[in-house]
């Protein structure tokens, strides 16, 4: 078991949750515990069996997650990026709520697939690699430093099938669709890394501006997908002013042409998203995105809604 | 092996056939290796590799379209390393099968010495790929002498390991 380190003040900030948090006192421990580390298989590489083999034979303990059996969790203080196996890229390196948005996306190979808020590229990369290394992933982000981390993370994994763009995702060219897949994966509040860094419940979550840049990024998101095609927003951030009520303005904007679908994983335990908050009722269809709670599965916090643009 | 049209539209297509002449002659590696890729350069100095059915936009324009395959305008043009380990498996000369010291220095970017024994597949000196346990770990540059030769690891900076931490021979 991990050390329970009751000394961690849970901020107040977190306070409001109570009210939508399903068992306030296994939440508060479970962000007293530190978070596991998880890795998952490049499997345009190797094989999930090798990469288990690796990791053991570095003296680390992969355990296989529930519900994607070529990914694995180790503990807490396992440094799995400083080994040969991670050099040759026949593994990346990821928290285990990362791993959600991009089977909900669900990308095919031959697609054209659009990563928004890309840097540094964890989820470019799972994408591309289901993908098969073949067709089309733009991935964009406005930072050049961070851009310059998602070359690292394509270079060390091999990806053959990537494009990077320096650009405002909120004003990304729409001559450069139509895709048929779009990630949207803002910048947040990021309360849910709050059992990596304690810092992170000073940010002001749900502040008006990042709200706004969350809406029109989503919204940019729409323009740029193909009839038919689907939308996947997430975040790591509890504050539904940035989860629900940022998908609920979207959905209101773009009426019949925009409904959400189910985001479930087997195997993965989330609860339905708010419909209601602070006394405002949003529209009912929002309880079929995903809030993850960290004492849910032992992770951090996220939240990922699925959209489809109507035919 | 001209891509598609959005491919033509967005970046400069590259005749592959000098650059995958050079790595035949270098490397033994077959031009076959690289059938189902296209090669492209979107910036200067480096010539990128990427999937032929690959349909990048043109607006924005894009920074890196693939995986980095060569840096020209040298007097040799340099395999990547990124390139050294995707396509490394089907090089035939100009190998050196390192132990376990040796990988790590050159993972750390440390030179290394090379007995003769381990240049039996090198043709003199110049670009080398280091290769351990079967996996190609990226390029060196091989400088041989009387005992054998001295090779630099050409492994970035940004992919080198830290000598105080990395290890491959402590058990
Ligand atoms: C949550 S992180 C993305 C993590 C990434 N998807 C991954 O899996 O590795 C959010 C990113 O959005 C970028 N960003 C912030 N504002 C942006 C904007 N207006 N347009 C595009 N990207 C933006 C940040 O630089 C940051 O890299």
């Given amino acids: 078991m991990p050390s329970v380190s009751a000394s961690i003040s849970i901020p107040s900030a977190f306070l409001r949750y109570r009210a939508i948090v399903d068992d306030w006192e296994a939440f508060v421990a479970a962000l007293r515990r530190p978070l596991p580390v998880c890795a998952w298989t490049n499997t345009l590489r190797t094989t999930p069996a090798q990469v288990k083999a690796a990791l053991e034979a570095e003296g680390l303990k992969p355990e296989p997650l529930a519900w994607r059996p070529d990914a694995f969790r180790l503990p807490p203080d396992s440094q799995p990026g400083n080994r040969l196996a991670y050099v040759l890229g026949h593994y990346h390196v990821q928290e285990e709520v990362s791993l959600l948005p991009v089977p909900l996306l669900d990308p095919q190979p031959g697609e054209r697939v659009l990563d928004l808020c890309a840097a540094p590229g964890g989820k470019t990369a799972q994408i591309a690699v289901r993908m098969q290394n073949r067709g089309t992933v733009v991935a964009n982000d406005r930072n050049p430093l961070r851009l310059r981390q998602l070359s690292g993370t394509i270079e060390r994994l091999g990806l053959l099938n990537v494009t990077t763009t320096l650009h405002d995702g909120a004003d990304y060219p729409l001559e450069s669709g139509p895709f048929d897949r779009v990630l949207v994966d803002v910048p947040c509040s990021c309360e849910g890394n709050f059992r990596k860094d304690q810092q992170v419940a000073d940010a002001f979550a749900g502040a008006p501006e990042l709200c706004g840049l969350q809406t029109a990024l989503l919204h940019r998101a729409v323009m740029l997908c193909r009839p038919g095609g689907r939308i996947v927003y997430a975040t790591c951030t509890f504050a539904p002013e940035e989860n629900e009520l940022v998908v609920d303005a979207v959905l209101r904007r773009w009426g019949e042409a925009l409904r959400l679908l189910p985001a479930h994983l087997e195997g993965f335990r989330g609860a339905p998203g708010l419909i209601e908050w602070n006394g405002r009722r949003l529209h009912p269809s929002l309880e079929l995105t995903l809030r993850v709670w960290p004492h849910l599965n032992d992770t951090g916090g996220f939240f990922v809604a699925v959209l489809e643009r109507q035919a | ?171």
């Fill in chain 2, 1 to 171: 092996m001209k891509g598609t049209p959005e491919l033509q539209q967005a970046v400069k297509i590259v005749d592959p056939a000098p650059y995958f002449r050079y790595l035949e002659e270098r490397f033994g590696i077959p031009p076959s290796t690289f059938d189902g890729y296209v090669l492209v350069q979107p910036g200067r100095k480096k010539v990128y590799i990427v999937t032929a059915d690959h349909r990048p936009p043109a607006r924005p324009r894009p920074r890196t379209v693939g995986l980095p395959f060569l840096r020209i305008y040298l007097k040799f043009p340099k395999l990547s390393t990124a390139a050294a380990q995707q396509f490394g498996h089907a090089a035939t000369r100009n190998v050196i099968d390192v132990d376990a010291a040796q990988a790590e220095a050159f993972l750390t970017r440390r030179d290394f010495r090379a007995r003769p024994e381990q240049l039996t597949l090198c043709t003199g000196r110049g670009y080398v790929l280091v290769r351990y346990q079967g996996h190609t770990l990226g390029v060196g540059f091989l400088i041989p002498d009387e005992e054998g030769g001295c090779v630099e690891s050409m492994l970035p900076k940004s992919w080198a390991r830290d000598p105080d931490s990395f290890s491959l021979t402590a058990s």
